[in-house]
């Protein structure tokens, strides 16, 4: 009874400090054709990306622990170990508390891509596709398509290069970019719903192939635009891990499609 | 949580079956729990080549080979199948009968019941022992993150993913996997034939 007592003084709590922060929408990004730096297959990497939703920042320590607190299977004592490593939330004071080292507003990490998957499943929504996180994160604040620009690409490999110091900014410190997005860059690494097939070739099918290129690096990759260093960096990042890992800065956002998702 | 909802759908099976409902939630047998690190902890249905929908655990309590794979597939999948029926020939009589496979597709829109049937027809596979499915497409990203499978679907409708096969002990842990096809590996071999003691 006490337990059950101190869940929903808890709850209130934490859903009064989510009300008192924006809340983290869902907007209508307008899809396009765009070069991926994954190839669509051997002779093309011209990817169509439709119109979709997609939450402006990534998911906070806040908005998860809502998502523990109804979906209890998902904290950190009983998520299954075949779902989440055993970091899986490590940051967190306790199983249903944030603590110091994870502040309301900032981007919850150290989930597993089964976890993300849930969250997004309970949001209506999926993880975003690859190609639907390449699209917008191509966009800097005034363009939709900034890949071109020097400045930019300098920016962000500075932050490669820092990741993993100091802790997290909250969400939504810098600018949005020019689909009103906040923190494609700078801040978290994300999960993307089909990571496990970033990495395997667009053109061999015969034994081997697959496994190869999952452990051959980029030497076998077959990827085009290699001067989009930076976000070849995510690629090789995402393609090392397996989903139920989990990394201090890795985090996620939720997608929903057009059409009502299955 | 996996555990109660299998339970409750043996109680409603076991209840539809007997005409004394009173008792039989008594005499439905304990499972043990599932361990933490079992694939089995995964709640999900599944779809056979006779279009029966059963759940992911369907072999539990036998040693289980699992493999992902598509009817279509020209080359690696028939390599994949063969791999296991020349490993399964190493095995004893007594051995094999104990030992299941689970052939999980990758392209659930195309390998309907009638397409998975097929193949295992032209394979001439043991069908008490093996079982060809398709989960639902939203449910395929978690089923091969947990198998550690990586696929991908090209444009021209084919698919390019791991080839692997997976042994899972009788609860569901994976114990091994090998990725040599063709030929039967040593080591795997020996790891089913421990698997089957």
Partial sequence: ?262 | MKLSVAFLRSAIAAMAASAVVGIVSAQLPAKDPIPTNSVYQLDVLLENENGDSIELDLFYGNPVLVTMFYTSCPHVCPLLINTIKVMEAKLSAEERARLRVLAISVDPERDTPEALKKTMQLHAVDRDRWTMVRSKPADLRTIAGMFGVRYKKLPDGEFNHSSKIILLDGKGISIAETSKLGKSDPAFLAAIQTALE
Wanted: aromatic letters at 12%; hydrophobic letters at 40%; one cysteine or more.
């Fill in chain 1, 1 to 262: 009874m006490n337990k059950a007592m101190a869940v929903i003084l808890l709850h209130v709590l934490f859903s009064g400090s989510v009300f008192a922060a924006e809340v983290n929408q869902f907007i209508r990004i307008e899809g396009g054709d765009f070069r991926s730096v994954i190839p669509v297959d051997e002779s093309n990497n011209l990817a169509t990306v439709s119109d979709f939703y997609l939450q402006q920042s990534p998911v906070t320590n806040a908005e998860f622990l809502r998502f523990v607190l109804y979906r209890p299977e998902w904290q950190r004592e009983r998520a299954p170990g075949i779902f989440a490593d055993d970091q899986y939330l490590s940051a967190w004071a306790g199983p249903i508390s944030l603590g110091q080292d994870a502040l309301p507003d900032q981007p919850v990490t150290r989930v597993s891509w089964f976890a993300a998957n849930a969250y997004c499943k309970s949001e209506n929504g999926r993880l975003p596709t690859w190609y639907e996180w390449e699209f917008v994160a191509a966009a800097n604040e005034k363009r939709s398509d900034a890949r071109d620009s020097d400045a930019w690409q300098r920016q962000i490999i500075s932050w490669y290069s820092t990741v993993g110091g100091g802790p997290l900014s909250s969400v939504r410190a810098r600018p949005a970019n020019y689909h009103n997005v906040y923190d494609a860059h700078g801040l978290v690494w994300e999960w993307v719903d089909d990571f496990t097939g970033l990495l395997v070739s667009g053109d061999n099918r015969e034994q081997g192939g697959a496994d190869q290129l999952q452990f051959c690096g980029a030497g076998a990759i077959t990827m085009e635009e290699k001067e989009n260093y930076a976000v070849l960096m995510r690629v090789a990042m995402l393609s090392s891990l397996e989903a139920r890992f989990t990394t201090r800065n890795l985090g996620f956002r939720c997608a929903r499609s057009m059409e009502p998702n299955q």
